[in-house]
């Protein structure tokens, strides 16, 4: 990771250097954090930040459902991740606002610890890698199932939740593939480790519904707006693996790994016709995040110098 120069700190833009927390920092013992990943990138006007409010939003329900107080303002934060961004060189970049139990208490009660709150900008390329939109990234289904909401909140962007994700992760890594997919308790398939999933079969478009158990995703949702605009035939349903087997197209969505073309599932090449479907919303997507498509500029949130 190349260090930019400002972390945003508790209402203050300190060196990148200085960002430190206490060992004994509670949410970092407990799983007590909750955290947003956004992107801005390069756009005709400037650097420009993309749907910035509906990350805010999620943002704050985590913090919501966790009972944890930020005692910040959608408005505050908004403007802190632009603050944040300029302050900062790079001119595309992944942003990571992050709420946690902080310094003072131990013990799992985490009501007794003060609310601390950072937000980090560096710059990151493709998450799954130049293969992810081009001839696509190797899957394999987790042995590892997705955690599911009566035990954790999924809808929540809780750290905890994340040594699920690690594990799945870690076990495609060691299998050769770049990814893994969930399924969740009923055996359907739920999403990636950090991605939504979506599959295309006979020209139909579906994902998982909420109720699978999936982080509803934003880019999940710009794709299922693109959709909606290419006037598709989409539907929220379950699949089972066998269908994503025998699926046309296969991609993930997700704002580290945008949109992500699967070639293969456990072995079995996913379509033989390439990815019409896909590649059109891989260039939507390049399109509307990079400014170059008007009718999706409602999505962004200029950072002025
Ligand atoms: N599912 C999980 C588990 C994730 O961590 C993410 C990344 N936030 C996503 C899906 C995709 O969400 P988004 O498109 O909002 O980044």
Known sequence: MKAQEKIWMDGKLVPWGDAKIHILTHGFHYGLAVFEGIRAFSTPDGTAIFRLDEHVERFLNSAKIYRLDMGYSAKELAKACVDLVRANPAKECYIRPIAYTGYGEMGINP???????????????????ADSTGKGVRAMVSSWTRIDSRSMPVQAKCTANYANSALAKMEALAGGYD???LLNTQGMV??????????????VLSTPPASSGILRGITRDTVIQFASDLKLRFYRNDATKEELYTSDEVFFSGTAAGVAKVREIDGRRIGYDGAPITDKMVKLYDG??????????????????
């Not at 009501?111 to 890698?129: D, F, M, N, P, R």
């Open 179 to 181: 990814e893994a997919i």
């Open 288 to 305: 509307a995040v990079h400014g170059k498509l008007k009718r999706y500029s409602k999505w962004l949130t200029p950072v002025k110098p």
């Open 111 to 129: 009501l007794t610890s003060k609310v601390s709150v950072g937000i980090a900008s560096w710059e990151w390329g493709a998450y799954l890698g």
């Open 190 to 203: 739920a999403e990636g480790p950090g991605e939504n999933i979506f599959r295309v079969k006979d020209d």
